[in-house]
């Protein structure tokens, strides 16, 4: 099985070997391409044109994997590690319950302030209280 970390350490000498001077800018750029591709595919589908279901299935997978990769050619650049970022961010992400409080989450920093604390919460993340 792949893993994030497999992922980058694949992907590593293959970009150097292939893009020899290639700066973080650029798989991020990179990324952002293939979610425009992303996008493309899925309007497309939508609309019913430019392709068939098919055809456009395969493009937004293909799309999907790409950005994937681009991100860790992007954290490779920049020095991060894929595999602990996203476990550590995932581990964050699926701790929230937005269906039981739909203001914080269920967690960080706005739900510790919420239980009894010193700091009152800025009105904007007062449930029910009308922002911009
Ligand atoms: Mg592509």
């Known amino acids: 099985m792949l893993t994030f970390r497999g ?3 694949e992907q590593r000498p293959w970009a150097v070997h ?8 650029d798989p991020l750029l990179g990324a952002v391409e293939e979610l425009g591709e992303l996008c ?12 068939t279901p098919a055809e456009l299935e395969v493009a937004a997978k293909d799309a999907v994997a790409d950005i994937v990769i681009y991100l860790a050619d992007y954290c490779t650049a920049r020095g991060f590690d894929f595999q602990t970022l996203m476990e550590e961010t995932w581990a964050k992400v699926k701790a929230r319950d937005w269906k039981a409080d739909p203001v914080t989450g269920g967690g960080g920093e706005l739900s510790r302030r919420q ?4 700091e ?13």
């Open 7 to 9: 992922l980058q350490d």
């Open 120 to 132: 009152p919460l800025p009105p904007r993340y007062i449930k029910g209280h009308a922002s911009h």
């Open 115 to 118: 239980e009894g604390e010193s």
């Open 40 to 51: 493309h595919a899925h309007l497309k589908r939508k609309q019913g044109i430019r392709g």
């Open 18 to 25: 292939n893009f020899p001077g290639r700066e973080p800018g």
